[in-house]
């Protein structure tokens, strides 16, 4: 348990506005006060008053941050091992599906020792930039030949282990992956991601820490008969999805099921306010409806979409269906929530020609407390008492951010990672200022190992 710790904020997002002067204390990895300057409490002007007659005799009763400091941000989409294909895959044309292939390559590389090593790599780069939790949809679970390694869960272990290593939270979204293609035996280094059927998925996920979520590959590799055995295993946890990311993939299960992606899992009892939607980027009328009415997430990551070319989803008719927007990294051909943040506005703009659809409160809310609820962390991503404390500071005079008045837009339209300059998760400083050359000297070893 860690002892009582306060910091004065120059300018904090509290209560869904930027306010000065924000007085936080913080015992056992949770905010006990939050007081913003000038708060009608005589408790809080006191804390005020006696916090600057302090510094007036020389003394530090706080610590002061300067800067614009943001609840924890939330990365609800993660393939740590897409990291190694950064710089690599964008070399030549190609489809979602010439991708795979390469992704496939490095996935037949890894072991639990090599997974763990560049899992830690790729989370302290995350927690470099601010994300002080990682939504994990984690496949590779078995060795080369498809044979599960003397502990079953070897692979998602070494992920929670290089999380712990990093200093970020790591959500793991155990995934269920048993065919190449609706029903179809899984073939090459698919082995490594399949358990033999739903149930042997959910006996080895049983024995997992407790604070684990599930997932469902797709709709293209897991059964619809299957299914049901996934949603009882995943009750009262977050349960993620791939949906609707590629035409192909609707037009395959069409062929198979008679039904889109949406309508299969809304069919089999899978969408609701726990189960997030991945992508979600090809949808009818109708599945804007079953993700809407039942509650579902819907999990953008818009660098990645773009990257591979899967087309620009429709967020903004989503939230007016009833579904609320998350964001994710995705396969990490770039590392940046903020970056996330402004393009599933900029996105919204080419799409329609218009501006003005997402404002800069409501992508900040969809990167840190929605997503964190989305994770089944409702606990985490508010600057307020009871919530964990976590805190991420960015630089307000930095080149991309100096003159841009230092508040939530800052943050959105201006913002990057580079800006971060301190986090702070569960009450402990986990990144300063000068780490982030660290970071990179050992992504740089590990992923250049992986590719010798």
């Given at each position: 348990?860690?002892g009582p710790?306060?910091y004065?904020l120059?300018?904090?997002?509290?209560?869904?506005a930027v306010?000065d002067?924000?007085?936080?204390?913080?015992?056992d990895?949770?905010?006990?006060?939050?007081?913003?300057e000038?708060?009608?409490s005589?408790?809080?002007?006191?804390?005020s008053?006696q916090n600057?007659?302090f510094?007036?005799?020389g003394?530090?009763?706080?610590?002061?941050?300067?800067?614009?400091?943001?609840?924890?941000l939330a990365?609800?989409?993660s393939?740590a091992?897409?990291?190694?294909?950064?710089?690599?895959?964008?070399?030549e044309?190609?489809?979602?599906?010439?991708w795979r292939?390469?992704?496939?390559?490095?996935?037949?590389?890894?072991d639990p020792?090599?997974?763990?090593?560049l899992a830690?790599?790729?989370?302290?780069?995350m927690?470099?930039?601010g994300?002080?939790t990682?939504?994990?949809?984690?496949y590779?679970?078995h060795q080369?030949?498809?044979?599960?390694?003397?502990?079953?869960?070897?692979?998602g272990?070494?992920?929670?282990?290089?999380g712990?290593?990093?200093?970020?939270?790591?959500?793991?979204l155990?995934?269920?992956?048993l065919s190449s293609?609706f029903g179809?035996p899984?073939?090459?280094?698919?082995?490594?991601?399949?358990?033999?059927d739903?149930?042997?998925?959910?006996?080895?996920?049983?024995?997992l820490?407790?604070?684990?979520?599930?997932?469902?590959?797709?709709?293209?590799?897991?059964?619809?008969?299957?299914?049901g055995?996934?949603?009882?295993?995943?009750?009262?946890?977050?349960?993620?999805?791939h949906?609707?990311?590629q035409?192909?993939e609707?037009?395959?299960?069409v062929a198979?099921?008679?039904?889109?992606?949406?309508?299969l899992?809304a069919?089999h009892?899978?969408?609701?306010p726990?189960t997030t939607?991945?992508h979600?980027?090809?949808?009818t009328?109708?599945?804007?409806?079953?993700l809407g009415?039942?509650?579902?997430?819907?999990?953008?990551?818009?660098?990645?979409?773009r990257?591979?070319?899967?087309?620009?989803?429709p967020s903004r008719e989503?939230?007016?269906?009833g579904s609320p927007?998350?964001?994710?990294?995705?396969?990490?051909?770039?590392?940046?929530?903020?970056?996330?943040m402004r393009a599933?506005e900029l996105?919204?703009?080419?799409?329609?020609?218009?501006r003005g659809?997402?404002?800069?409160a409501e992508?900040l809310?969809?990167?840190?407390?929605v997503?964190?609820?989305?994770?089944?962390?409702?606990?985490?991503?508010?600057?307020?008492?009871g919530?964990?404390?976590?805190?991420?500071?960015?630089?307000?005079r930095?080149?991309?951010?100096?003159?841009t008045?230092?508040?939530?837009?800052?943050?959105?339209?201006?913002?990057?990672a580079e800006?971060?300059?301190?986090?702070?998760v569960?009450?402990r400083v986990?990144?300063?200022e000068?780490?982030r050359?660290?970071?990179g000297?050992e992504?740089?070893a590990?992923?250049?190992?992986l590719?010798?």
């Amino acid at each position: 348990m860690s002892g009582p710790t306060s910091y004065l904020l120059e300018r904090a997002w509290v209560d869904g506005a930027v306010r000065d002067d924000v007085l936080v204390e913080i015992a056992d990895g949770r905010f006990t006060s939050v007081t913003p300057e000038g708060g009608n409490s005589r408790s809080a002007s006191e804390a005020s008053r006696q916090n600057r007659e302090f510094h007036r005799l020389g003394g530090e009763a706080h610590e002061r941050v300067a800067g614009l400091t943001l609840p924890g941000l939330a990365n609800c989409h993660s393939h740590a091992f897409h990291r190694a294909l950064r710089g690599r895959t964008q070399r030549e044309r190609g489809t979602f599906w010439t991708w795979r292939e390469q992704m496939y390559g490095v996935a037949a590389r890894l072991d639990p020792d090599s997974y763990g090593a560049l899992a830690r790599a790729v989370y302290r780069e995350m927690v470099a930039t601010g994300i002080t939790t990682v939504g994990e949809f984690h496949y590779l679970h078995h060795q080369p030949d498809g044979t599960p390694y003397d502990e079953p869960n070897a692979m998602g272990l070494a992920l929670l282990e290089a999380g712990r290593e990093a200093g970020i939270r790591v959500v793991l979204l155990d995934t269920c992956y048993l065919s190449s293609g609706f029903g179809e035996p899984p073939e090459g280094v698919q082995v490594r991601y399949a358990d033999r059927d739903a149930e042997a998925w959910a006996g080895r996920v049983a024995d997992l820490p407790p604070g684990h979520g599930a997932a469902v590959h797709s709709v293209r590799a897991v059964p619809d008969d299957q299914l049901g055995v996934v949603r009882d295993a995943a009750a009262g946890r977050p349960l993620h999805v791939h949906l609707s990311e590629q035409p192909a993939e609707n037009d395959a299960c069409v062929a198979a099921y008679g039904a889109t992606p949406a309508q299969l899992l809304a069919d089999h009892g899978l969408l609701g306010p726990a189960t997030t939607a991945v992508h979600a980027t090809h949808l009818t009328a109708d599945d804007l409806g079953h993700l809407g009415s039942s509650g579902t997430h819907a999990c953008f990551c818009p660098t990645t979409e773009r990257d591979l070319g899967d087309g620009i989803g429709p967020s903004r008719e989503l939230l007016a269906a009833g579904s609320p927007l998350t964001l994710g990294s995705d396969s990490h051909a770039v590392v940046d929530l903020f970056e996330e943040m402004r393009a599933v506005e900029l996105d919204e703009r080419l799409a329609s020609l218009a501006r003005g659809h997402w404002t800069a409160a409501e992508l900040l809310d969809a990167g840190t407390h929605v997503g964190h609820a989305s994770l089944g962390l409702p606990d985490v991503g508010g600057i307020a008492v009871g919530q964990r404390a976590d805190l991420v500071t960015v630089d307000t005079r930095s080149v991309r951010t100096a003159g841009t008045g230092a508040d939530e837009h800052t943050a959105v339209f201006a913002a990057t990672a580079e800006d971060v300059v301190r986090v702070v998760v569960d009450g402990r400083v986990v990144v300063r200022e000068g780490d982030r050359a660290e970071v990179g000297r050992e992504l740089d070893a590990v992923i250049g190992g992986l590719w010798r």
